[in-house]
């Protein structure tokens, strides 16, 4: 054939959880308010397959972990990207009784700390 430039245009489809950036895979996962509250272990999907990630007590909602190495793998360089976790408390609709009782005990205790109050009383008191 004739000798020229040869153009290849390649184009990825969207996933329906991962989104790509680079190297980098990133997944939006939403948690319960317990699980944010005490902590939990989620298998999480990745490229690969599962694994494991351990929130800890305290998590807020927005909150980015980062899988090392479980992002995609350049074929020339070698290099792997990571793949980025950000969880999304979830708010519940419809609460049975029994967790509506429970949310009206937790309402009566110290959800937030005494200096949180202070600090906006102070902030408003100016």
Do not use: C, W
Request: net charge positive.
């Amino acid at each position: 054939g004739i000798h020229g430039d040869l153009y290849i245009f390649v184009n990825v489809a969207r996933h329906e959880i991962f989104e790509r950036d680079g190297l980098d895979i990133h997944l939006e996962m939403p948690i319960t308010f317990s699980q944010a509250a005490l902590g939990d272990s989620l298998e999480i999907p990745t490229l690969t397959g599962k694994s494991i990630l351990k929130v800890p007590s305290g998590t807020q909602t927005g909150t980015i972990f980062k899988l090392t190495g479980k992002g995609i793998t350049n074929g020339r360089s070698g290099s792997t990207g990571h793949q980025y976790v950000t969880v999304k408390v979830i708010t519940p609709q419809k609460l049975s009784t029994e967790q509506k009782d429970l949310f009206n005990k937790l309402s009566k205790t110290n959800e937030t700390s005494s200096t949180v109050f202070s600090k906006i009383k102070k902030f408003f008191s100016k």
